[in-house]
């Protein structure tokens, strides 16, 4: 599914149902040993995903922990990310020397539970978008893709910069005739090879009961 978003460079693995949690490291049993087992599931079958998606670019199976921010772990040489939802599971990797930073993101298509959180992670320009393209395609839960565009803004964005970007940082344009969307950032962007990048540009699919969107940042 998630390969139909993500150019040649980027390795992909997905998964629809969950492994035995016998295929962690011990390592990675450490991190989730007192969790519950939902969270178990889906931190070792995303593991999982992310070994196979690996395994396309040389590396052998190793544990992949969590850092400090919870953020994935990569290998030396290696950019990516993970994401897992309700019945879904997802890892797109790719060697630093042909793309700078990796955003992922999945959730259901389905409305968010408490209506009060679309005005938290959505400007008022953002709402705006919602409200005319959920006239145009219904079956699509706009404010789901919005949030997970933003989730996929923040993951391509912290392997940069090491800080926290809210909701309210960054501001999208959705474009539904090639479902691409432009991330403006709203505050100063991180500097690479002497230029600021000033936003972000991706993609997205609905399908499988899923919105998936996805950021990549070439070198």
């Known amino acids: ?29 450490a991190q989730v040993a007192n969790a519950v087992p939902k969270r178990q599931r889906e931190f070792g079958t995303v593991r999982g995903c992310a070994r196979r998606a690996l395994a396309e670019l040389g590396f052998a199976p190793a544990p992949l922990l969590p850092g400090p921010n919870r953020e994935p772990q990569w290998p030396d040489g290696v950019v990516g990310a993970m994401t897992h ?12 020397g042909e793309v700078r930073t990796i955003g992922l993101d999945a959730e259901p298509n389905l409305p968010l539970n408490d209506p009060g959180v679309v005005d938290l992670v959505t400007l008022p320009e953002e709402r705006a978008q919602i409200r005319r393209l959920a006239a145009l395609q219904p079956e699509v839960c706009w404010e ?17 910069t090491r800080r ?3 909701f309210e940082e960054a501001l999208l344009t959705l474009d ?22 000033t936003e972000f540009s991706g993609r997205w699919l609905v399908g499988s009961g899923l919105v998936v969107t996805a950021i990549v940042e070439p070198v």
């Open 1 to 29: 599914m998630i390969e139909k978003l993500l150019p040649a460079p980027v390795r992909t693995a997905e998964a629809f149902d969950d492994a035995p949690l016998s295929e962690m490291f011990p390592e990675e049993w």
């Open 144 to 160: 789901r893709l919005v949030f997970s565009a933003k989730e996929s803004v923040y993951k391509a964005w912290f392997p940069l």
């Open 176 to 197: 539904p005739t090639n479902a691409t969307f432009t991330a403006r950032l709203l505050v100063p962007g991180p500097v690479v090879d002497g230029r600021e990048l």
């Open 85 to 96: 939802c309700a019945g879904y599971r997802a890892v797109a990797v790719a060697r630093a």
């Open 164 to 166: 926290w970007l809210d």
